[in-house]
């Protein structure tokens, strides 16, 4: 099946700003076809979607995070990333990178962000 695997996160203060990564590998089908997405899960809640991005370049975000974070592709590299700037703690999370459902591929581990001053 499908692998994914995010890269990018760490530890940053409040304003600051990190590139996600997510790297797609194994079989897959038709993936300029295929709506893709970030997801976040905070402590103590569920995996919430974050930003989508059609398989033209159409993009829509969460209100917690528009104007702030940026999503985009490339789907010759089978990639697909999320620019955020200005984070505060509340984006404190561990984000996965997906399909925009239904039919999702298998979840990643994921990569840590941590805002915290």
């Known amino acids: 099946q499908v692998q994914l695997v995010e890269s990018g996160g760490g530890l940053v203060q409040p304003g600051g700003s990190l590139r996600l990564s997510c790297a797609a590998s194994g079989r897959m089908f038709s993936i300029r076809e295929v709506a893709l997405a970030w997801y976040r899960q905070a402590p103590g809640k569920q995996r919430e979607l974050v930003a989508t991005?059609?398989?033209?370049?159409?993009?829509n975000y969460a209100d917690f995070v528009k104007g702030r974070f940026s999503i985009f592709r490339d789907n010759a590299k089978k990639m697909v990333y999320l620019r955020m700037n200005d984070l505060q703690p509340e984006d404190t999370a561990i984000y996965y990178c997906?399909?925009?459902?239904?039919?999702?591929?298998?979840w990643g581990q994921g990569t840590q962000v941590t805002v915290s001053s």
């Open positions: 991005i059609s398989s033209v370049g159409s993009t």
């Open positions: 997906n399909k925009d459902g239904p039919f999702l591929y298998s």
